[in-house]
């Protein structure tokens, strides 16, 4: 039923700047929240930045002041505006949907940040 669809993930020299989108089938206005995680080879899945219902916004401290998830309620879709990016940002970036109860997860989208 729900199918998240990441993209605009890519390669990019550091200090640039990528946008991710993530698009779902379902309609977000009333999902208890929509978030980006992220997994760098090696290591855990993390929280990136998140955004609830209520539009309460949580980033991770790493990317605080650089990146900004934003919500599009008409197009179900969600956005990380990723800004003067670093190679430790190197990694597979998810979208999330979260409910009560349920988390639902896209494949994915790879950003690769070069030195």
Known sequence: QVQLVE??????????????????????????????????????????????RGGVTTYADSVKDRFTISRDNVKNTVYLQMNSLKPE??????????????????EGTLVTVSS
């Open 7 to 52: 993209s605009g993930g890519g390669l990019v020299q550091a200090g640039g700047s990528l946008r991710l989108s993530c698009a779902s089938s379902v309609s977000i206005f009333s999902t208890y929240a929509m978030g980006w995680y992220r997994q760098a080879p090696g290591k855990q899945r993390e929280l990136v930045a998140r955004v609830t």
């Open 89 to 106: 940002d190197t990694a597979t970036y998810y979208c999330a949907k979260e409910d009560v109860g349920m988390v639902y997860w896209g």
